[in-house]
Structures are given as structure tokens and as C-alpha cells.
């Protein structure tokens, strides 16, 4: 069964650096947002990942569209939880699966123990 997900690009970058923990994550349908594709284009730069270009080809058709509601909902769950440390791409990311009904597939500690989240150690 496939599910979907929005994926953190903490997960992106597990998957293209072959984590063995995420393999069961790679026939899911990917859902990302412009924040994370920026994430994304940094992160494989940083890496100096030989196939950079196809690779930021292939995620760009995943980017769906992020509604204003959800970045201000957003932005007031990261004030309350700024002790968390939480970055704004996660945020927006957080409640843009919330909105959308799915789970949010990250790695990132800051949201192991939060609802509505897949976490998935490294």
C-alpha cells in the first residue's frame, strides 16, 4: 500500500544517502513545498552531489503550494515552542501535512515526540 507523506529534507537527504531506515518510504507518494525544495537545493550543493541538477529536477514535480492560513497557523506553533528550537521550513512543513490529512516524515529530533509525525531515526 502506498501512502503519502510531506517529507523533511532531513528524510529527502536520508533517502538520497541510502538510510537503510527509509527504504520503506520509497514507493510513498512525496509531497514537498518550496521551503523544503530550497532545503534541498542547498543541502545537495553542500554534498556536491554529482547528479544535483537531475535530482532537483525530479523533486521539483512534487512541490505542491503552501495556503498563507497555514503559514501564520505555523508561525504561531513555532512562538510557542521557540524553546524547541524548530526552524520555519519544519514548521510550515508540519502543518502543511496537518492540513492536508497526512504525516509528516522527518527525522529531525526536535519532532519525535509530536503527533501527526513520522519519525524515523538516522
Same mark, same amino acid.
Request: aromatic share 16%; charged share 25%.
Given at each position: 500500500?502506498?501512502?503519502?507523506?510531506?517529507?523533511?529534507?532531513?528524510?529527502?537527504?536520508?533517502?538520497?544517502?541510502?538510510?537503510?531506515?527509509?527504504?520503506?518510504?520509497?514507493?510513498?507518494?512525496?509531497?514537498?513545498?518550496?521551503?523544503?525544495?530550497?532545503?534541498?537545493?542547498?543541502?545537495?550543493?553542500?554534498?556536491?552531489?554529482?547528479?544535483?541538477?537531475?535530482?532537483?529536477?525530479?523533486?521539483?514535480? &512534487?512541490?505542491?503550494?503552501?495556503?498563507?492560513?497555514?503559514?501564520?497557523?505555523?508561525?504561531?506553533?513555532?512562538?510557542?515552542?521557540?524553546?524547541?528550537?524548530?526552524?520555519?521550513?519544519?514548521?510550515?512543513?508540519?502543518?502543511?501535512?496537518?492540513?492536508?490529512?497526512?504525516?509528516?516524515?522527518?527525522?529531525?529530533?526536535? &519532532?519525535?515526540?509530536?503527533?501527526?509525525?513520522? &519519525?524515523?531515526?538516522?
Amino acid at each position: 500500500m502506498t501512502n503519502t507523506f510531506v517529507f523533511d529534507t532531513y528524510a529527502l537527504v536520508e533517502i538520497i544517502n541510502g538510510n537503510r531506515n527509509y527504504i520503506k518510504y520509497l514507493n510513498d507518494k512525496i509531497i514537498i513545498n518550496n521551503f523544503i525544495f530550497a532545503e534541498l537545493c542547498y543541502a545537495l550543493e553542500k554534498m556536491k552531489y554529482p547528479d544535483a541538477d537531475v535530482l532537483t529536477q525530479a523533486y521539483s514535480n &512534487f512541490i505542491y503550494p503552501i495556503k498563507p492560513s497555514i503559514i501564520k497557523e505555523s508561525m504561531k506553533f513555532r512562538y510557542k515552542n521557540k524553546s524547541k528550537n524548530l526552524s520555519i521550513t519544519d514548521c510550515v512543513s508540519f502543518f502543511m501535512a496537518k492540513s492536508l490529512g497526512i504525516k509528516f516524515l522527518t527525522g529531525d529530533k526536535e &519532532f519525535e515526540n509530536i503527533g501527526d509525525v513520522e &519519525f524515523v531515526r538516522k
